[in-house]
């Protein structure tokens, strides 16, 4: 994946609006950026505005096969997930590597350059999580392989069906073996998810959490996404599933908490003195009818944003971020909850974080990940304005990625 080369940008956001950038990189690292330059020789010019790649921090692969199947008929998030279940059986190693290389593609053109893969399906073994890490590597994007333990059917104790049954390790113990046999390598990191407070009990989370502290790898969970979770979580523990998370030791800046829609002032406070960080996911949440979460009331108790496409009935980044603050302002019924800014910042550097990678700002000694939005009409695109680049764009303005200073998409 690494590569060197000098790139030049007309326009790049380094923190700033900068014009006539120069991007030196060596062996896939970003090691002098400078402003106000004229291009070189043999550099690489980039029309458009610069920008570091997107993270996309929570992906269901296999989901996009679902794309305007389920839109027809009538039916809750419940009545959606067996059709999900149902989509899930259709899969072998072999053909979920074609499928994750098809879906890996359409992410790179959409300028994401690394995607954290929330992954259960486990009929296979590793095998079908190897099938994504190899598609990734074949296509060029850096991939966080957030594999999940999923052991019950939830809270009262009923049983896997059928279908769940071959997303289980049967134990927590069995999960974690499973795990040790994955690798991190040049591309890929290795992450833990506990699947969701409904589908893991309280110790076996610990055994999640604490395996993944030991490797100091990312942790991630589905968090009250429906009202259902935190209902049925209430009459088995008495608490709501952040306060469950919070009694177990599970929350810390090291996790990751999906969705959190459905979660109370307390949690909210919990969240952000935790420094948990959030990731929603608007397209997906609108599509499933998940209703909107309080993010501004999350980001000012302390926890970060980030993004992710999850059913990947979309994948575009820029949606998701604009997704945030217009979801926001029909909730709320005021406007700019969220300068463009930070949400540019949790489409980047902070969804980054989450998925455990050096990147997400142009500066030296982060990895040379960065996106150019293609120069449309001078009269639009003048100058680099985040309001521009936030509301205004989509994936498909995405003109050139770089991964690791190899360009994977080009102009």
């Known amino acids: 994946m690494n590569g060197s080369g000098l790139w030049h940008a007309d326009q790049a956001w380094l923190g700033h609006v900068a014009d006539n950038v120069l991007i030196e990189v060596i062996n896939g690292t970003i090691t002098a950026v400078t402003?106000?330059?004229?291009?070189p020789a043999g550099s690489v010019r980039l029309e458009g505005w610069t920008i570091p790649g997107l993270a996309n921090v929570h992906s269901h692969a296999f989901q996009s096969s679902l794309r305007g199947t389920t839109e027809s008929g009538a039916g809750d998030f419940w009545e959606w997930r067996q059709l999900m279940y149902r989509a899930a059986e259709n899969f072998d190693p072999e053909t979920y590597l074609k499928h994750g290389r098809h879906?890996?593609?359409?992410?790179?053109?959409?300028?994401?350059?690394?995607?954290?893969?929330?992954?259960?399906?486990?009929?296979?073994?590793?095998?079908?999580?190897?099938a994504l890490l190899e598609a990734a590597a074949t296509e060029g994007i850096r991939i966080t392989l957030i594999d999940a333990c999923y052991l019950r059917g939830g809270m009262d104790g009923r049983p896997l069906?059928?279908?769940?049954?071959?997303?289980?390790?049967?134990?927590?113990?069995?999960?974690?073996?499973?795990?040790?046999?994955?690798?991190?390598?040049?591309?890929?990191?290795?992450?833990?998810?506990?699947?969701?407070?409904?589908?893991?009990?309280?110790?076996?989370?610990?055994?999640?959490?604490?395996?993944?502290?030991?490797?100091k790898t990312p942790l991630h969970v589905h968090l009250a996404e429906q009202p259902a979770e935190v209902d049925e979580c209430l009459a088995a523990e008495g608490i709501t599933p952040v306060q469950l998370l919070d009694r177990e030791g599970i929350l810390g800046r090291d996790l990751t908490a999906v969705h959190a829609?459905?979660?109370?002032?307390?949690?909210?406070?919990?969240?952000?003195?935790?420094?948990?960080?959030?990731?929603?996911?608007?397209?997906?949440?609108?599509?499933?009818?998940?209703?909107?979460?309080?993010?501004?009331?999350?980001?000012?108790?302390?926890?970060?944003?980030?993004?992710?496409?999850?059913?990947?009935?979309?994948?575009?980044?820029?949606?998701?971020?604009?997704?945030?603050?217009?979801?926001?302002?029909?909730?709320?019924?005021?406007?700019?909850l969220h300068q463009p800014e930070d949400l540019l910042r949790a489409a980047t550097?902070?969804?980054?974080?989450?998925?455990?990678?050096?990147?997400?700002?142009?500066?030296?000694?982060?990895?040379?990940?960065?996106?150019?939005?293609?120069?449309?009409?001078?009269?639009l695109w003048r100058r680099l304005d985040l309001g521009d680049l936030v509301f205004c764009s989509s994936r498909h303005d995405v003109s050139n990625v770089v991964v690791g200073g190899r360009t994977v998409v080009p102009r």
């Not at 994401?112 to 590793?126: C, D, K, P, Q, S």
């Open 103 to 130: 879906v890996f593609r359409e992410m790179l053109e959409a300028g994401i350059t690394a995607v954290g893969e929330f992954h259960y399906l486990h009929r296979y073994g590793n095998q079908m999580g190897e």
């Open 349 to 379: 550097v902070d969804g980054m974080r989450a998925l455990g990678w050096d990147s997400g700002e142009l500066k030296t000694g982060m990895l040379a990940d960065f996106i150019t939005i293609g120069q449309r009409a001078p009269t």
């Open 35 to 39: 402003e106000g330059v004229a291009a």
């Open 161 to 215: 069906d059928e279908v769940q049954q071959t997303f289980s390790d049967g134990d927590a113990d069995s999960w974690a073996q499973r795990m040790d046999a994955l690798k991190d390598s040049e591309g890929a990191r290795i992450g833990a998810a506990i699947h969701s407070v409904r589908a893991v009990d309280p110790h076996s989370m610990q055994t999640v959490a604490a395996w993944a502290r030991k490797r």
């Open 261 to 336: 829609i459905h979660v109370t002032n307390e949690d909210i406070s919990l969240l952000g003195r935790h420094d948990v960080s959030i990731c929603a996911c608007t397209t997906t949440e609108r599509d499933l009818g998940d209703r909107i979460g309080p993010i501004r009331g999350l980001v000012d108790a302390g926890s970060s944003l980030c993004l992710g496409s999850d059913s990947n009935a979309v994948i575009d980044l820029i949606e998701e971020a604009r997704g945030v603050e217009l979801d926001q302002r029909r909730a709320t019924g005021r406007r700019v």
